[in-house]
């Protein structure tokens, strides 16, 4: 079932891509939501209730497909509130993988890199960001900069490649969305970034069972 669910997501992704190039907005909601139903039920299938980081990694997982629908709208406060379930989506992971034993050489490094791309995004996007957008955005780059620094230390501690990977697919996405919201839009922006954030979806997923 697992599988069957995975394929279900990709398939889903692929649609929605298809969806936005055509600008048909009742497959644009059905492919995403079909899409984001679809990881939440791989983590299921593999067992996420049974365990504490299952758990929080199905709480992540779930707050992550309340922000999809939100972001369906394109109004300003449904893009802020898709924001706010996204950062709470990225500290459900963060606290899921702060689990120990931490890599601390690892998490150190993180953190560093993710301050520098932190820093770098905010330059990038703040002449276009207005009002309660500012803080909003700079909450979101401090929570998923701790995610990612979180998943790459509980990669090397646990010999797991899947969250430290999804964690930076899952920022690299959000660049595309940002590009999207705030900078210029472009079907280009969703062609590579919604798959990205499907396949990181997917890894966090697929996380909640250790690597055989």
Not at 15 to 26: C, H
Not at 78 to 107: D, E, I, N, Q, T
Not at 171 to 184: I, M, T
Request: hydrophobic fraction near 60%.
């Amino acid at each position: 079932m697992p599988f069957l669910f995975t394929l279900t997501c990709l398939l889903g992704a692929t649609a929605l891509v298809t969806a936005e190039w055509r600008r048909d907005a009742i497959s644009i909601v059905l492919a995403k939501t079909g899409a984001s139903l679809s990881f939440i039920a791989v983590a299921l299938a593999l067992g996420a209730t049974g365990s504490s980081f299952g758990q929080l990694m199905l709480l992540a997982l779930v707050l992550g497909a309340v922000g999809d629908v939100c972001l369906l709208s394109r109004r300003d406060v449904a893009f802020l509130a898709g924001l706010g379930f996204f950062l709470l989506s990225h500290l459900a992971y963060a606290v899921a993988f702060a689990k120990p034993p931490l890599h601390l050489g690892a998490l150190v490094t993180g953190a560093m890199g993710m301050l520098g791309v932190g820093v770098a995004t905010l330059r990038w996007l703040w002449p276009y960001l207005r009002g309660a957008f500012r803080p909003a955005v700079v909450a979101y780059v401090t929570a998923i900069g701790l995610m990612c620094a979180l998943a790459l230390s509980f990669s090397v501690a646990w010999g797991d490649w899947r969250p430290a990977v999804g964690a930076l697919l899952f920022a690299a996405s959000d660049l595309s969305v940002a590009r999207q919201a705030f900078v210029r839009p472009a079907f280009l922006n969703k062609a590579w970034g919604l798959p990205a954030y499907y396949v990181a979806q997917l890894l966090m997923a697929w996380s909640v069972v250790p690597l055989a």
